[in-house]
């Protein structure tokens, strides 16, 4: 999507030992965003974007037009069903059916060995993991691991709508996430673990959900989950963030 | 889908100049079933089939297992809007969805350049044209033509269902796709051939459709409408069967 920062420019650095030319994709895809979501001032800067990649060793910029991607008389979508169906999913109904289509449309188009997800976006991942492997699309899903400022803040470009003190207030997040880990680590129980995440949050970080759930069903734990992860995503001022954290394994 | 007649055989012998190696895909897709329709009595013969191919040039057989093409836990799945809002999609509202995701599928296990589809069914050949399309799918669709018995029937598995009595009363649907044809080729209205085609039908076929319409969006003709094709579902005793012919194409 663009508005480039260290954490995309690290999508390039994974990539380097695996594949012979890599390839970016830019394209603000307007499916993905509802009515009254932020379209129309997410932040472009292509030129910006273009300078950053070429410099950290990007072999092609692929940028379509909305034309092109989505021409008059378009009728296909792809649904993912199960794991769009609540946190992201559940507060952006028709979200993930983008999302899913133009990634789609995108690996059809360009045809990398390779293609890199950050783990930022942990439901995107996990819904973008489940078409591939339903589907059959030829292509390997590389995860790549959320860049942090170094107190702890998950780079977004959403980031610079915070105020320094909404900013300062959003690293509870983060200190949510450890708390959660080091309890899981030490054997205490999700539940419990969860109830400690939460608390931690400061005043004015507003969860619309804070949970530790099922990685592979992007549901709530159940007695066969192995695989945890501690989501979270609120409102600090008017601005949304999200942040995750996978939790130590569990064994069954 | 299998159980193989002269008409299926037809794929192979079109695509021989085109390519270097012919694969033929069979499965017999329970997606694509409603309950209560006639998966588990469709006919089924894999041995004869596979000597079929093999005496017309086919390379390769694919014959995926429904477990690996529909494993526990699949959630993804592909709808076509417009195209199929009516006709077969009317009365089958989940048959389209199961058609175009097993065809998608079955493109990226195989990766064909080319991949082959009846005009007998000539609804599902447009949306997996619109599927392809829309997709980005890398694929070129090679459109089969029906084939007919010399007394014009067109070929299909089901027609083995069929008395001596019910083929005979069944050729009238062919009957009435010529009917309309030379209707439209004398200048005759659309709106008016249609009835033509209608009057033609034998007592005992009973038509779920039977209609003049526009085979790019799959819906009745407007004033834009320039590739026409009648089409025609109907219950000849318990057996169902479509037929449909493609019309001079209208000036406008």
Same mark, same amino acid.
């Given at each position: 999507?663009?508005?480039?920062?260290?954490?995309?420019?690290?999508?390039?650095?994974?990539?380097?030992?695996?594949?012979?030319?890599?390839?970016?994709?830019?394209?603000?895809?307007?499916?993905?965003?509802?009515?009254?979501? /932020?379209? *129309?001032?997410?932040?472009?800067?292509? *030129?910006?974007?273009?300078?950053?990649?070429?410099?950290?060793?990007?072999? &092609?910029?692929?940028?379509?037009?909305?034309?092109?991607?989505?021409? /008059?008389?378009? &009728?296909?979508?792809? *649904?993912?069903?199960?794991?769009?169906? $609540?946190?992201?999913?559940?507060? =952006?109904?028709?979200?993930?059916?983008?999302?899913?289509?133009?990634?789609?449309?995108?690996?059809?188009?360009?045809?990398?060995?390779?293609?890199?997800?950050?783990?930022?976006? &942990? *439901?995107?991942?996990? #819904?973008?993991?489940?078409?591939?492997?339903?589907?059959?699309?030829?292509?390997?899903?590389?995860?790549?691991?959320?860049?942090?400022?170094?107190?702890?803040? %998950?780079?977004?470009?959403?980031?610079?709508?915070?105020?320094? /003190?909404? !900013?300062? !207030?959003?690293?509870?997040?983060?200190?949510?996430?450890?708390?959660?880990?080091?309890?899981?680590?030490?054997?205490?129980?999700?539940?419990?673990?969860?109830?400690?995440?939460?608390?931690?949050?400061?005043?004015?970080?507003?969860?619309?959900?804070?949970?530790?759930?099922?990685?592979? =069903?992007?549901?709530?734990?159940? %007695?066969?989950?192995?695989?945890?992860?501690?989501?979270?995503? %609120?409102? #600090?001022?008017?601005? =949304?963030?999200?942040?995750?954290? $996978?939790?130590?394994?569990?064994? =069954?």
């Amino acid at each position: 999507m663009g508005a480039l920062h260290e954490g995309h420019l690290e999508h390039l650095r994974l990539l380097e030992p695996e594949v012979d030319v890599r390839i970016c994709s830019i394209f603000v895809n307007p499916t993905q965003f509802a009515v009254g979501e /932020d379209l *129309q001032k997410y932040p472009r800067d292509l *030129q910006r974007d273009a300078a950053l990649l070429a410099e950290t060793g990007c072999d &092609a910029l692929f940028t379509p037009g909305e034309g092109s991607i989505w021409p /008059d008389g378009y &009728a296909t979508w792809i *649904q993912v069903s199960g794991v769009t169906d $609540r946190y992201e999913g559940a507060s =952006r109904p028709t979200h993930f059916r983008g999302v899913a289509t133009v990634v789609c449309k995108l690996i059809n188009l360009v045809e990398p060995d390779v293609m890199t997800l950050g783990e930022k976006d &942990a *439901q995107q991942l996990r #819904v973008v993991e489940r078409m591939v492997e339903d589907l059959n699309l030829r292509v390997r899903i590389l995860p790549v691991p959320t860049h942090r400022d170094p107190d702890g803040l %998950a780079m977004s470009s959403r980031n610079r709508y915070l105020s320094s /003190d909404e !900013r300062e !207030r959003a690293l509870s997040i983060y200190r949510g996430l450890t708390v959660a880990y080091d309890a899981i680590n030490a054997g205490i129980e999700p539940t419990e673990a969860e109830v400690l995440m939460r608390e931690e949050l400061a005043d004015g970080v507003v969860p619309d959900y804070c949970e530790i759930i099922d990685r592979e =069903r992007f549901a709530p734990i159940d %007695a066969t989950s192995t695989d945890l992860i501690a989501v979270i995503a %609120a409102r #600090v001022g008017t601005t =949304r963030l999200i942040d995750n954290m $996978r939790m130590p394994p569990v064994h =069954r």
